[in-house]
Nanobody, 115 residues
Framework: QVRLVESGGGLVQPGGSLRLSCVAS????????MGWYRQAPGKEREFVAA???????KYADSLQGRFTVSTNKPRNTVYLQMNSLIPDDTAVYHC?????????WGQGTQVTVSS
């Protein structure tokens, strides 16, 4: 089975930055895409970013320009660099790995943006 472990979440002031990491291990049948969703209390799960096998990336329209997704493929790791954070970015961030029918999920890391 695949295990995804996120790290890097925490408390940050508005305008600050965080970099989330997610490391995959185990038997990976579908290594691409990798990316991130987030879910805030009382809200639907929201797509954040994805990176595909050819290096193409996709972002939620509202986040493009502030967030950057990248990978270190030999290390089976995906990152999410988050800049200019605002309180509405507060959520649990979950990484994912694999195409729709073979997708694995991490348990999430809490990001709180507050002064």
């Amino acid at each position: 089975q695949v295990r995804l472990v996120e790290s890097g979440g925490g408390l940050v002031q508005p305008g600050g930055s965080l970099r989330l990491s997610c490391v995959a291990s185990g038997r990976i049948f579908s290594p691409n895409p990798m990316g991130w969703y987030r879910q805030a209390p009382g809200k639907e799960r929201e797509f954040v970013a994805a990176i595909y096998s050819n290096g193409d990336t996709k972002y939620a329209d509202s986040l493009q320009g502030r967030f950057t997704v990248s990978t270190n493929k030999p290390r089976n790791t995906v990152y999410l660099q988050m800049n200019s954070l605002i309180p509405d970015d507060t959520a649990v961030y979950h990484c994912f790995l694999g195409r729709d029918d073979l997708r694995s999920w991490g348990q999430g890391t809490q990001v709180t943006v507050s002064s």
